[in-house]
């Protein structure tokens, strides 16, 4: 927080979506004790999708303004533009969350955001149609467009996280999988470890059927 009251942001995620992040985004807004931005919130805050859609483009975006009401930030958007992120906030640690391999993110991924995005708005939903907008923009910046291309996703996919290990400092970045639990977070943040267990949810089975792929 900062020391006129308001939010800032105090960690950066730049993994990619199906790493963890809404288990990620649950644990932060325990330990920090405000709302971690993911793309549930783009959802929820329809206003905010001219913005990110922007930001997808390469156009300059007031972060510091868009993201004032939270504290930290995980998944898409804001992992596909880590690199602005990271020179908003600074003073944030970078939290660089993956699966154990590529295949593994991939068999993810694939079952879940990546179909989620292709199904049509019901009665021309105008809201639905800008945010679809936004996400392809989105998977073009981040993972080429061709979702169909397995061998070339995966290939963004460590190009993603090479990039972010040799771009942010190593006194900055901090790295998770699912199954790390507290430990990697709570150090990013310099907090103790909750005696409470760490938040796991959003399955593959849980998404699919939220999304209604099931």
Same mark, same amino acid.
């Given at each position: ?90 003073? =944030? %640690?970078?939290? &660089? ?7 593994? /993110?991939?068999?993810?991924?694939? @079952?879940?955001?990546? *179909? ?52 942010? =400092? %190593?006194?900055? &970045? ?7 639990? /507290?430990?990697?977070?709570?150090? @990013?943040?310099?907090? *103790? ?22």
């Amino acid at each position: 927080m900062r020391q006129d009251g308001r939010m800032t942001i105090q960690l950066i995620g730049a993994g990619l979506g199906r790493t963890g992040t809404m288990s990620l985004k649950l644990a932060l807004e325990q330990l920090l004790g405000g709302t971690c931005h993911h793309m549930m919130e783009v959802f929820g805050h329809p206003d905010e999708i001219p913005s990110w859609d922007a930001a997808m483009r390469g156009n300059d975006v007031d972060f510091p303004t868009l993201l004032q009401p939270y504290c930290a930030i995980v998944d898409y958007p804001g992992a596909a533009v880590w690199r602005e992120l990271a020179a908003a906030f600074p003073d =944030a %640690p970078v939290l &660089l969350s993956t699966r154990s391999t590529p295949q593994v /993110w991939w068999d993810s991924a694939s @079952a879940t955001i990546f *179909p989620s995005t292709q199904r049509e708005p019901d009665n021309g939903d105008e809201t639905w149609l800008a945010q679809r907008e936004m996400i392809s923009a989105l998977f073009e910046r981040s993972l080429g467009g061709d979702l169909t291309d397995a061998e070339a996703v995966m290939a963004a996919y460590e190009a993603h996280n090479a990039a972010v290990r040799a771009e942010i =400092a %190593p006194e900055r &970045l901090f790295e998770y999988q699912p199954g790390d639990d /507290w430990g990697p977070i709570c150090a @990013a943040l310099g907090l *103790p470890e909750p005696a409470e267990p760490f938040p796991h949810t959003n399955t593959r089975e849980e998404f699919r059927s939220r999304a209604g792929l099931d």
